[in-house]
Each structure stands twice: as C-alpha cells, then as structure tokens.
C-alpha cells in the first residue's frame, strides 16, 4: 500500500493535526452534520457553519439568513430552527442561506484543514463516500462532545462505517483509531451501517438527546442514506464555513469527463 494512500481517524479534532489530508470527512452525527444534510434537501442554498454565537446572531441578521442551532441541545432565544435534522427537513427554508451554530459539530467544521472539506453522517455516508473515494489522503474528524474535547461514540460509529467502505475496492493505510473503528462496526450486525446505528443509538448523546424530547432526531440520523446531499466547504473565513450542496456540480462534471 502506498503510503500516499490513507484514511486516518481523528477522535476529537484536536487530534487532526498532522500531515494535511486531500479530503477530510467532518463527522457529529448527533447531529450537526446530520442536521446540514436535512437542510441541504430541504432547499437551503447554503449553511454557513460559525464557531460563535453572537456572530452567528449578527450575521443572520445582517444577510437575512435564516438562523438555526443549540446551546445545551435546544434552539436559544431568537432562532429559527433548533439543531434539528426532524426540523430541518420540514422547514421552509427552499433557496435561503442558513447560518448554523452548534456546541461541537460548527466547531469541527471550522477548525478542518484540507484541500476538501465535506460533512459526513450516517444519512449521507454512500454520497459523501463517491465524493472521498477519489481521493488519497483522507481525514475523518469526528466532532466529539463537550466542545470537541471529548470521545463520541456516536461520531466514532459512523467514521467505522465511512472506514469500511472507503476501503472497499481500494487498499488504504489506516492508523490505530480508524482500524478501532471499523472492528467496532464489523461482524456483529446484518450491515456496517446497522452495527454503526446500534452503537449510535447506545451512545450517551443519544440518551441526552431523547432526555430533551428530541429522539425522532435520533431515529432520524441513524438512517443511512436517506440522503444524497454532498455539502462542501466552499468558502470560509476567521470562525465560520459556508457550506453548499455540491452534488448537482458532481454530476455536471461527470456528464463533462
Ligand atoms: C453539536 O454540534 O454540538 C451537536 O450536534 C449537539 C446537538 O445534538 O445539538
């Protein structure tokens, strides 16, 4: 195997540093990336990921996006939408941008560094996967809890499952935590992704997230490929990620090649 050619896990995103990736797969399956997805279908032309959440009010407000996100789980005063994948795939929001902060998810996504920078979740894993493949280098950071400090069992399952089948057809270095991973996902269970369902639903954020009122948010992010949203990082700055769907240009590039 060329060792040009590799997956590696990151836990948390503290532990992403290192060699830079051509691709990095930023996972919070509960449920910020999940939550992108969702929005991504339901028309948003764009979801603008911010680390803090008075940029996040004064940029809603100054483009006239729609505002969405959670501080301990729940949407603050003020927002539109909650962290919400339920919510989000029934909002009206066709056309408009959205401007996202979450706890830890956000957070991930602006502290990426690689040449294509994409979020991953259960519901989006054959999607993001074709979009990956292409790649050598790949990185997939999972967010973590507790601000990104923390292991998530929840984040891990998922980057198991986006471990087996990155490297499907295709030989792959991987380091200690993606072959962790992908043990975690194989053998016990019909399918990886029903292995990285179980672990999910199993997690304590799972238990956090139901304690809330908000388990169909957990029925919903354990599905996989209800989706075929690819959202890129396409522009960025000090503290925030603008994100856009990128899969209707994949095809145009196809029908190109
Ligand atoms: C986050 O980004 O911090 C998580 O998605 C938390 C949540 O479940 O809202």
């Known amino acids: 195997v060329s060792s040009n050619s590799w997956i590696r896990v990151a836990l948390t995103p503290a532990q992403a540093d290192g060699d830079p990736a051509d691709c990095a797969i930023v996972i919070d399956a509960l449920r910020a990336t999940t939550t992108i997805a969702a929005l991504m279908d339901a028309g ?39 962290n919400s994948p339920v919510e989000a795939s029934e909002a009206d929001i066709r056309s408009r941008d959205v401007v996202l902060f979450t706890t830890n998810g956000t957070r991930a996504l602006c502290s990426a560094r690689a040449a294509v920078i994409v979020a991953g979740s259960l519901t989006n894993l054959s999607a993001v996967v074709s979009l990956a493949a292409g790649h050598d280098r790949i990185a997939i950071v999972c967010a973590g809890n507790h601000g990104g400090t923390r292991f998530a069992l929840e984040d891990f399952a998922v980057a198991g499952a986006y471990v087996s089948a990155l490297l499907e057809g295709r030989e792959r270095d991987i380091n200690d935590e993606a072959s962790v991973a992908l043990r975690a996902v194989l053998g016990s269970e019909a399918s990886v992704t029903s292995a990285a369902a179980t672990l999910m639903r199993e997690s304590d954020h799972a238990s956090t997230t139901r304690a809330l009122g908000l388990g169909q948010d957990v029925d919903f992010a354990c599905q996989a490929d209800i989706s075929k949203a690819l959202p890129v990082v396409v522009a960025s700055g000090d503290g925030w990620v603008r994100l856009e769907d990128v899969q209707g240009a994949r095809g145009a590039m196809t029908l190109r090649s």
């Open 44 to 82: 948003a032309r764009s979801v603008t990921a911010v680390m803090d959440i008075d940029f996040a009010r004064e940029r809603a407000r100054k483009t006239g996006a729609v505002l969405a996100g959670e501080v301990h789980g729940l949407a603050p005063d003020g927002f539109d939408l909650g």
